[in-house]
């Protein structure tokens, strides 16, 4: 495998409440619960990738970046923003933390992924009847489209 940037790093990036964390309250349930706020992906190419995710996520991109960030949200508000950071680190071969992408037409949503310049990852561990395929974007980032 070559070396590209690490997959996702995912970063818990808000705390849902109005109460701090302390060492008598730790958030427990309701309104005080953490929530996936963002998930970090490093990069080399920010621009390209940017619009691969923007394309294959159709969210938008916050205007007010500088050349080393971008914040992707999902226009409807729903899901996590993704966050790309231009900062080379090196691949992982497995990844330790990955994407699940689900969909209800999954052969269309990977052709679709490829148009936008994804590639499809050979698995031999894969089962013949899985309802995932493994794949990557541009630069390595791997993830999983599955069978919603």
């Known amino acids: 495998m070559n070396a590209r940037p690490c997959l996702v790093h995912a970063v818990v990036r808000r705390l849902i409440g109005s109460r701090p964390v302390t060492e008598d309250h730790l958030p427990i349930g309701g309104d005080d ?7 970090v992906i490093r990069v080399d190419d920010l621009e390209r990738q940017a619009q691969f995710w923007q394309g294959a996520l159709g969210y938008e991109r916050r205007v007010d970046q500088s050349d080393k960030f971008a914040h992707l949200y999902p226009s409807d508000g729903n899901g996590p ?42 698995w031999d561990r894969r089962p013949p009847d899985a309802n995932y395929v493994v794949m990557e974007d541009p630069e ?9």
Request: with cysteine; charged share 25%.
């Open 33 to 39: 619960m953490l929530r996936v706020g963002s998930i």
């Open 81 to 122: 923003n993704v966050s790309l950071d231009a900062l080379h680190s090196e691949a992982r071969v497995p990844p330790r933390i990955h994407l699940d992408l689900y969909t209800d037409d999954r052969g269309v949503e990977v052709q679709r992924l490829i148009d936008l310049g994804a590639s499809v990852i050979p």
């Open 140 to 148: 390595g980032n791997r993830f999983c489209v599955i069978d919603a």
